[in-house]
């Protein structure tokens, strides 16, 4: 079975300034990584993701993701934010193989004050 | 065309009432899920459709029936729901249900039920 944690609830940042997203997982099996993003009062919409080749994945809006197999981790960055990013960011896990079942973290609602 | 819509935005029931909740898509895609989302949680998997069969049925009570009349619509028929059930209920879309793939989901449906 996989599983993930997202370990802050929320993350305030000022406009301009960098922020990372934390997220780890865990698997038995090779797993698929996704961070998605829900605006408020929307459905979720895909950031970006990871299958397999490069370990750093980048979205069109500046963000990034790296993927750690030693630290099972996969955090999202981005080097300077926007107001505009104001969301709540939800990591998730597929299995590799099989199976139709995404796993979302708990999510990390990301708050840009200007 | 990537869009999943939802009808209706809004939905307001009592504990005796039927209701149904639609979801379409037009990007050709022959997995479809349901998935309910309380408020600052993450989605959690109801059912999932795969070319038109359910796939996964998470022990969803009997209450929710879903049904898939062809690959572009899924409904979830609501029959003497609980309060409990209020929610965000978000329809997703992705190719073919396989592994690592992108899921495309609609703005949603916000339920209360009295």
């Known amino acids: 079975a996989q599983s993930v944690t997202q370990l802050d609830s929320q993350v305030p940042v000022f406009e301009e300034a960098p922020v990372e997203l934390r997220c780890n997982y865990s698997?038995?099996?090779?797993?698929?990584l996704f961070w998605y993003v829900q605006y408020p009062n929307q459905g979720l919409q895909l950031l970006l993701k990871?299958?397999?080749?490069?370990?750093l994945v980048e979205s069109i809006n500046g963000f990034e993701a790296e993927f750690n197999k030693s630290q099972t981790s996969f955090h999202l960055r981005k080097p300077s934010v926007h107001i505009s990013d104001t969301a709540e960011y939800f990591c998730?896990?597929?299995?590799?193989?099989?199976?139709?079942?995404?796993?979302f973290g708990a999510g990390t609602r990301l708050f840009v004050k200007a | 065309d990537t869009e999943v819509t939802q009808t209706p935005k809004h939905l307001v029931m009592g504990m005796t009432n039927k209701k149904s909740l639609k979801c379409e898509q037009h990007?050709?895609?022959?997995?479809m899920y349901w998935y309910k989302q309380k408020a600052k949680k993450p989605p959690e998997l109801m059912f999932v459709?795969?070319?038109?069969?359910?796939?996964i049925n998470e022990s969803v009570p009997s209450r929710f029936s879903p049904e898939c009349p062809n690959s572009s619509l899924l409904n979830l028929h609501l029959h003497a729901l609980q309060p409990e059930d209020s929610a965000l209920y978000l329809c997703?879309?992705?190719?073919?249900?396989?592994?690592?793939?992108?899921?495309?989901f609609g703005p949603g449906t916000r339920l209360l039920v009295l």
């Open positions: 997703a879309s992705s190719q073919s249900g396989g592994p690592g793939e992108t899921q495309y």
């Open positions: 698997s038995s099996v090779s797993v698929y």
């Open positions: 990871y299958l397999s080749g490069s370990t």
């Open positions: 998730a896990v597929s299995p590799g193989t099989g199976g139709f079942k995404t796993i």
């Open positions: 990007m050709g895609h022959r997995a």
């Open positions: 459709y795969s070319y038109e069969k359910l796939s």
